[in-house]
């Protein structure tokens, strides 16, 4: 696999290598998708990732693309998320972390969240408020939603 640009050989060695890591051939459109998501942290769709590539000239074919999106999130290289807009959106970080997204265009964000906040959490069983303190709460995930500042200034 040749980097015509050169720019982000090195980025492209890399992916390449976590591809083999995970037991998946290295394919042009797979190296696309993943040297694409890890560049950024809005969590696009495919849709909006095909059209961001057919502008920077390169066309991988819907069908392509849905196919290794579906196969790199199957194998854990990726995410699926399913938005707030009733889309899948697609993370290239795969670690636990909480999101945040807008309720009117579907736009999804990492948030991060004080953990001193999350330690405070103390849950209760609904049906008798009987706090559930004689477990170990071991990860709280959290799903925020709101309106984005883009959709507020949209009058
Ligand atoms: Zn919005
Ligand atoms: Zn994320």
Not at 94 to 118: E, I, K, N, T, W
Not at 124 to 132: A, C, E, T, V
Request: net charge positive.
């Amino acid at each position: 696999m040749t980097d015509r640009s050169g720019r982000s050989s090195r980025k492209t060695k890399a992916v390449i290598q976590k591809l083999g890591e995970f037991g998946l051939r290295s394919t042009k459109a797979r190296v696309l998708i993943l040297l694409y998501l890890s560049d950024r942290h809005d969590h696009p769709t495919a849709e909006a990732m095909l059209q961001e590539l057919r502008q920077q000239g390169k066309h991988p074919g819907l069908a392509t693309l849905y196919q290794n999106l579906s196969k790199l999130a199957d194998s854990g290289l990726i995410s699926r998320l399913n938005g707030s807009d009733g889309l899948m959106h697609f993370d290239g970080n795969v670690g636990p972390h909480p999101h945040l997204s807008c309720v009117r265009c579907g736009l999804m964000v990492d948030a991060a969240v004080d953990q001193a906040v999350l330690r405070e959490f103390r849950p209760q069983d609904p049906h008798s408020d009987r706090p559930l303190n004689d477990w170990q709460l071991e990860e709280v995930r959290l799903e925020l939603k709101g309106v984005c500042p883009a959709c507020l200034n949209k009058k």
